[in-house]
């Protein structure tokens, strides 16, 4: 049995999501991938895949040894890459976990310009709404996360940003537009859940002055719509359904548009942080060197506003 085979066999299975998916995109026939896949559970001495009529499912060791089998290909993959690098231009891909609202309004933008830079490197782009607990599991993982955010993960920060109050022009036009904190008593609230736990109000914002020049003020105000997605939100606020607290990076985007009004300017619902994180890999690939360098030079632009340190 060829071992690597298997392996990258077994991995193509999950990654498409059934043994004929993967035997088109590898170039085998379908029996062929079964019995790979049926030889590396032997050679184990156990199941790795439960397979019904409808779909795939790992086994709880299936799991585990999917995410020791992706750390080992990848080895392989960097040793050659790194093997060759002096005598040909990068190739390969970079493998990639952020939020979805960074993965779609930032890092999916610029596509273009990174494939002008490196034509033979694709980007595999993975949007996870917590992509903190996936940092083994890729080359470059992405994390936007507010004040106070302390993991068991060796991150870098590239930018600092805030959270700003903002609302449609058709709203404000309905329901006049807030000149003071306490003006949006009167108003209707779009929440991020996570907003709740975070020490702000159960049914209000906590705002805090951008220069910190005075103690945070919670204002009470009724949640009309919840969502565990910033798209939503935005989508929401830009409809006209309400206020929403949102990143200034995009709603930086939708100020300039007219689709969004930045209200109380002097007012932020809080501050937060993108940092990139890598997996625990000794060797890091040149083109994953290349791509921390291109990010590094965009994500500071991003922020069109930092806050005081």
């Avoid at 993991?151 to 920060?157: G, H, L, M, S």
């Avoid at 108003?187 to 910190?212: I, N, T």
């Avoid at 990076?249 to 007012?267: K, N």
């Amino acid at each position: 049995m060829d071992r690597l085979l298997s392996m990258r066999v077994f991995q193509k299975v999950i990654d498409e999501g059934g043994f004929a998916a993967a035997a088109r995109v590898l170039d085998m026939s379908p029996a062929g991938v079964t019995r790979l896949v049926s030889d590396l559970e032997q050679h184990l001495g156990t199941r790795l895949i439960q397979r019904t009529t409808r779909r795939l499912a790992l086994t709880d060791a299936g799991q585990a040894y999917l995410l020791r089998v992706r750390s080992i290909l990848q080895e392989v993959d960097d040793a050659e890459a790194a093997a060759s690098q002096n005598t040909r231009e990068l190739q390969g891909v970079v493998n990639i976990v952020a939020p979805p609202l960074f993965a779609n309004y930032f890092l999916a933008t610029q596509i273009a310009r990174w494939l002008g830079l490196y034509p033979k490197v694709a980007i595999h782009l993975h949007p996870d709404p917590f992509p903190q607990n996936r940092v083994e599991e890729f080359d470059v993982t992405f994390m936007v996360v507010d004040e106070g955010f302390d993991a068991n993960i060796v991150a870098r920060p590239l930018a600092k940003t805030e959270y700003v109050v903002c609302a449609s022009p058709g709203y404000l036009q309905r329901m006049g537009t807030p000149q003071t904190p306490q003006d949006l008593e009167r108003h209707l609230y779009l929440r991020f859940p996570w907003q709740a736990g975070s020490g702000h109000a159960s049914r209000g914002m906590r705002l805090s002055r951008l220069d910190g020049s005075q103690s945070a003020i919670d204002v009470g105000m009724p949640v009309v719509f919840q969502a565990e997605s910033y798209e939503a939100l935005f989508t929401a606020a830009i409809s006209g359904a309400g206020v929403a607290a949102l990143p200034r990076f995009p709603a930086t985007h939708h100020f300039e548009s007219g689709a969004l009004v930045h209200l109380l300017p002097d007012w932020i619902f809080g501050r937060y942080t993108v940092y990139v994180a890598l997996p625990t890999r000794k060797l890091m690939p040149a083109r994953i060197r290349a791509f921390l360098d291109f990010a590094s030079e965009l994500v500071p632009s991003a922020d069109r506003r930092t806050p005081p340190r």
